[in-house]
């Protein structure tokens, strides 16, 4: 079964730093381009970072310089660095798989993993 | 950056209706736009990839159309598990960007 299973989550207070992992199975990790997605409660999703096959990494200017995303294809694992948190950070966070090719879709998504900023 | 806009914010719609939920882009995406649908305490699910690809295992009720700026996803003929949360999310090539919409609630009439 093609599987994602996000960890790490959980309380830190403003300014701090947390490492969330995400456990691949069922399909060759080390093939496909991965993302984090987060979702503040009762909002809208937000891309977060990706990182391709080769190690390239993107993010957007909301987390850029904050945020390290990694993987260890070895070990079938994705992982977020987040430093400098806030309390607008604060939200579910999954990890996705973008499907091969063109056109562009995050087709297997974890269940999801709660990050909570506050002091 | 690219604002995708959906609309409605919600849609009321009876069980057997068709429903039709909008999404614009602020730019040409061209058919660089999927869909997904989300349950509440649930993952997103991939629906249309391509503007108007059914992914993998999503019945033939859903369909999408459009390019450009302007996409429709349809629900020909709604069924009591398709009451749900709906994004589109674009993606720019380069650079790298995925933006969602802020989504549009389909609840029961």
């Known amino acids: 079964e093609v599987q994602l299973v996000e960890s790490g989550g959980g309380l830190v207070q403003p300014g701090g730093s947390l490492r969330l992992s995400c456990a691949a199975s069922?399909?060759?990790?080390?093939?496909?381009?991965m993302h984090w997605v987060r979702q503040a409660t009762g909002k809208g999703l937000e891309w977060v970072s990706a990182i391709g096959t080769a190690g390239d990494t993107y993010y957007p200017g909301s987390v850029k310089g904050r945020f390290t995303i990694s993987r260890e294809n070895a070990k079938n694992s994705l992982y977020l660095q987040m430093n400098s948190l806030r309390a607008g950070d604060t939200a579910v966070y999954y990890c996705?798989?973008?499907?091969?090719?063109?056109?562009?879709?995050?087709?297997?998504w974890g269940q999801g993993t709660m990050v909570t900023v506050s002091s | 950056e690219i604002v995708m806009t959906q609309s409605p914010a919600t849609l009321s719609v009876s069980p057997g209706e068709r429903a039709t939920l909008s999404c614009r882009a602020s730019q040409s995406v061209s058919s660089n736009l999927a869909w997904y649908q989300q349950k509440p305490g649930q993952a997103p699910r991939l629906l249309i990839y391509g503007a108007s690809t059914r992914a993998t295992g999503i019945p033939a009720r859903f369909s999408g159309s459009g390019s450009g700026t302007e996409f429709t996803l349809t629900i020909s003929s709604l069924q009591s598990e398709d009451f749900a949360v709906y994004y589109c999310q674009q993606y720019n090539n380069w650079p790298p960007e995925y933006t969602f919409g802020q989504g549009t609630k389909l609840e029961i009439k």
């Open positions: 069922g399909f060759t990790f080390s093939s496909y381009d």
């Open positions: 996705a798989r973008e499907r091969k090719g063109y056109p562009k879709a995050f087709d297997i």
